[in-house]
């Protein structure tokens, strides 16, 4: 199946820093989605994005549809302790065909 | 709203029992999905459904069965439960329309299988 590669697959930064994470797929997605997993929860969305070039922010977050259609990069500015957690990528390859294919994720800790 | 919600949290099994994973949404979300997500890796779609009695296979379906007897309600079914299942399942649930690919998760059920 297809597969989508996040980078970098963790990171460890200081609290007020920002964070840039990216994904990458050799196939061309329609959709690019990011997702948020708090330990022991399910992924919350925070971005979507539809149209190639799109840069979409939510707050701190902000994320950009890669021209290419094939990449997709999530920037978290000012990181504060509960940034922490695991960042997927998700995309969608077919129009008309709801599935997600997700990244394998990155894993965000903050060192106090 | 209570969203997207999973029954059990937890469960352990025996190799060769059954069990049903519950999964009810309350936004009427005409999509919904099982996803199973092993120890440091994403997210691999186990069935999917896009709406009452219509479902279908996704990514990893053996084991598992599916049904879909209302708009609310999808519950994963596993027959003869093997340690390979042992992993987090997550219900997910997403509405019709140009956010169709917006997907909602319930908390998930952690299950182990020894």
């Known amino acids: 199946g297809q597969q989508l590669n996040q980078s970098p697959q963790s990171m460890f930064i200081q609290e007020g820093e920002d964070v840039s994470m990216n994904c990458t797929s050799s196939s061309i997605f329609n959709t690019w989605l990011w997702y948020k997993q708090d330990p022991g929860e399910g992924p919350v969305l925070l971005i979507a994005l539809y149209k190639a070039g799109e840069l979409t922010s939510n707050g701190r977050l902000t994320a950009q549809f890669g021209i290419t259609r094939k990449d997709s990069f999530l920037n978290i500015s000012a990181s504060i302790p509960s940034d922490v957690g695991i960042y997927f990528c998700?995309?969608?390859?077919?129009?008309?065909?709801?599935?997600?294919?997700f990244g394998t994720g990155t894993r965000l800790t903050i060192i106090p | 709203n209570a969203g997207v919600t999973q029954t059990p949290k937890f469960r352990i099994l025996k190799i060769g029992q059954s069990m049903t994973l519950q999964c009810t949404q309350d936004?009427?979300?005409?999509?919904m999905y099982w996803y199973r997500q092993d120890p440091g890796m994403g997210l691999k779609l186990i069935y999917y459904s896009v709406g009452a009695g219509i479902t279908d296979k996704g990514e990893v379906p053996n084991g598992y069965n599916v049904s879909r007897s209302t708009t609310e309600d999808f519950p994963l079914r596993l027959e003869l439960a093997a340690p390979s299942q042992t992993s987090v399942y997550f219900c997910?649930?997403?509405?019709?329309?140009?956010?169709?690919?917006?997907?909602?998760f319930g908390p998930g059920t952690r299950l182990t299988v020894t």
């Open positions: 936004m009427n979300h005409n999509y």
């Open positions: 998700a995309g969608q390859l077919d129009f008309g065909n709801e599935k997600l294919t």
């Open positions: 997910a649930s997403s509405p019709q329309g140009p956010a169709s690919y917006e997907q909602y």
